[in-house]
């Protein structure tokens, strides 16, 4: 059986091993009771919504996330404390290998009405500032790559997680009553075209894009959230 690829809001991995290495090193990353910051809490964020119990979890909304022992144990996990102070801890492999949460489900079928879009930005981008070898310059590595080596990242502090959800909220839409077409590998594909042509016109007005180095995104030194530098090219 082939190994499935996992999408977690900004972050591509070939395989769930893949995945939970990255957040485990996060985890050990920081000192216990200690917030997560910077792009590191995006990410890690984005991990929470897909729990299954995404929802409950996030109760009042999330005030920070943080690194602690378990409630039950002396393991290391991460703690959502919520705007109220309560806190709950969850665990990487509960949201990795679970049922994906309606919010998960809802974000990959968001991810598949914008793809066609996201690849011809990402051509008229290589053909408009490509060089002679048709290349281009990464805003975060400072290496010059090739369009099979780029990946299209949705610039801090609207991630394409954060551009889901406030979609979410902009519509009232209920995730618990959203259909989908299920096509191939990649996920879900809405059954109702007025959502997925709603969210294109959504994206194409709060996304702010740029071509980095595939996987750059998982560079271990954390971007926060940042006003846009120089070196950023957006893409049109």
């Not at 995404?54 to 996990?77: H, L, M, P, T, W």
């Not at 990959?108 to 060089?131: H, M, N, P, Q, W």
């Not at 299920?182 to 996304?207: C, D, L, P, S, V």
């Amino acid at each position: 059986m082939p190994k499935k690829s996992v999408v977690i809001g900004e972050l591509f991995f070939s395989t769930k091993k893949e995945a939970k290495s990255y957040f485990t090193e996060i985890l050990n990353k920081y000192p216990l009771a200690t917030a997560i910051h910077g792009k590191e809490f995006d990410d890690v964020m984005a991990l929470l919504l897909c729990h299954p119990r995404a929802n409950e979890k996030i109760g009042s909304g999330v005030k920070f996330i943080k690194v602690d022992q378990g409630f039950n144990s002396s393991n290391r996990c991460f703690h959502v404390v919520r705007v109220n102070d309560s806190t709950e801890d969850f665990s990487i492999g509960k949201c990795i290998d679970g049922d994906h949460s309606p919010f998960y489900k809802f974000c990959i079928a968001c991810r598949k009405s914008v793809e066609t879009e996201l690849r011809a930005k990402k051509l008229k981008y290589f053909e408009e500032e490509g060089d002679k070898e048709s290349k281009v310059v990464c805003p975060i590595t400072k290496e010059k790559i090739t369009f099979e080596e780029s990946h299209i990242d949705h610039r801090e502090p609207f991630t394409f997680s954060a551009i889901v959800h406030f979609f979410i909220k902009a519509n009232g839409i209920d995730l618990n009553s959203v259909e989908y077409v299920t096509e191939y590998k990649y996920g879900n594909e809405f059954k109702n075209h007025e959502i997925a042509e709603k969210f294109r016109g959504w994206h194409r007005e709060n996304a702010t894009l740029r071509i980095v180095k595939g996987k750059a995104n998982l560079a271990k030194s954390y971007l926060g959230r940042v006003s846009n530098t120089k070196a950023d090219r957006m893409l049109n």
